[in-house]
């Protein structure tokens, strides 16, 4: 699905880029001549293309997010709006930093209380485009000391001041990796042997709350 609508999107581009000045000279001409009707049609086929092809990425971009929460929780879910959301600016290489708290959804919930041999060795999967990236299946928490680097990159202190209530959530995520109820996993690259991008996703039964933090630099 995600190769699909890579599709869609290069589909677009170069219909864009090859066919829009070429197209653009012809409505002109058909302007000048006053082909009044000729215009009408000039016009309607590539907006009725465009809103086709928008259509079809919207689904194939629904799809694909349900695809990754399924892949990521091992349970069919709509997250709904976050409790708490925070997202930097992102450089042109897509560097940044986003943070999202939800209330836990019951179906997540009933996941994690029976968590089984199947959840904890084949999730989360991850998707395709971090195919380069390790990765950590969930496993409960107390946290292992093995990833304190990657926990204190996650909770970036550089950001942690610029929105409010940020820090709260960190203080509340580092309680909840104390104690036994909650669940972690990990994606994560390496650069030089310093951690550089990572996805880290909490589940913290014990308080109701769910985490989404992703870290790039």
Not at 25 to 31: F, H, V
Not at 120 to 142: D, G, I, K, V
């Amino acid at each position: 699905m995600y190769d699909i609508l890579t599709a869609i999107q290069g589909i677009v581009f170069l219909i864009t880029i090859l066919g829009c000045i070429p197209y653009g000279i012809w409505i002109i001409y058909s302007l000048i001549k006053k082909r009044w009707r000729r215009v009408v049609i000039q016009v309607a086929i590539p907006v009725a293309v465009y809103a086709f092809l928008a259509g079809i990425s919207a689904l194939c971009s629904s799809r694909i997010h349900a695809d990754y929460l399924t892949g990521l929780y091992d349970a069919k879910v709509e997250l709904g709006p976050a409790i708490f959301e925070y997202d930097s600016d992102r450089s042109f290489n897509g560097d940044g930093y986003s943070f999202s708290a939800y209330d836990l959804p019951t179906k997540i919930r009933k996941r994690f209380e029976s968590a089984d041999d199947r959840l904890l060795t084949e999730y989360p999967r991850h998707p395709s485009y971090r195919n380069h990236w390790q990765f950590e299946h969930w496993r409960e928490a107390p946290f292992d000391d093995r990833f304190k680097e990657h926990l204190d990159f996650a909770l970036s202190s550089y950001d942690s001041g610029k929105a409010p209530g940020l820090s709260l959530h960190f203080e509340a995520i580092r309680k909840a990796l104390g104690r036994k109820g909650t669940y972690y996993a990990l994606f994560y690259y390496k650069s030089d042997s310093y951690i550089v991008d990572i996805d880290l996703f909490i589940v913290d039964l014990v308080e109701g709350r769910l985490y989404s933090i992703n870290h790039n630099t």
